[in-house]
């Protein structure tokens, strides 16, 4: 489609079908990246395999290279609430705001203003071009790696809970 993101997008993401709450079909999820064009989207793209539909995005900045972390807030919605930590915006500038979504990125929210308890970022390097890991046993976020701002390469892992948000650097 038109505007479709051809490179730099989030690495996709996949629900099950869960015909209880009306979706007969699984579906893959994407968001940002740069179009044909060069440009960057902030839209978030889904497909059930056969078309793809854009969802719009209000408060999430134009990115590429951002990553997006399945987390569990409720047990028993296990994943239903997505964390973004932005990647690479406009003039290379990169943010350490994390962003969530309760409804696989069809809406992007800013993560401390629904969730101030969660908004003590300070100890995340802003990054882009990163890995991220989240492991369900213990509510651990990880991110590895990645670019700063200057794109300098980095080598670091942060780890943090959203209960503490500590994201300690672990090397």
């Known amino acids: 489609p038109a505007g479709f993101p051809v490179g730099g997008y989030t690495r996709p993401l996949a629900t099950a079908a869960k015909p209880s709450k009306g979706n007969t079909t699984s579906r893959l999820?994407?968001?940002?990246?740069?179009?044909?064009?060069?440009?960057?989207?902030?839209?978030?793209?889904?497909?059930?395999?056969?078309?793809?539909?854009?969802?719009?995005?209000?408060?999430?900045?134009?990115?590429?290279?951002a990553c997006i972390i399945p987390y569990t807030l409720d047990v028993e919605e296990p994943g239903s609430l997505w964390i973004m930590q932005p990647g690479l915006m406009e003039n290379g500038y990169v943010t350490d705001t994390l962003y969530f979504s309760q409804n696989c990125g069809v809406?992007?929210?800013k993560l401390y203003r629904e969730f101030p308890q969660y908004a003590d970022t300070y100890k995340i390097n802003p990054m882009a071009c990163h890995s991220a890991f989240y492991n369900p046993k213990n509510y651990f976020m990880y991110f590895f790696g990645g670019i700063d701002e200057?794109?300098?390469?980095?080598s670091t892992i942060q780890g943090g809970q959203l209960q503490d948000l500590t994201f300690e650097q672990a090397r």
Not at 44 to 62: R, V
Not at 150 to 154: A, C, K, L
């Open 29 to 65: 999820y994407i968001s940002g990246g740069y179009d044909a064009d060069g440009k960057l989207l902030s839209s978030t793209w889904s497909s059930d395999g056969s078309t793809w539909a854009e969802f719009p995005q209000n408060t999430l900045p134009p990115m590429k290279d």
């Open 107 to 109: 809406t992007w929210k």
């Open 150 to 154: 200057n794109s300098n390469q980095r």
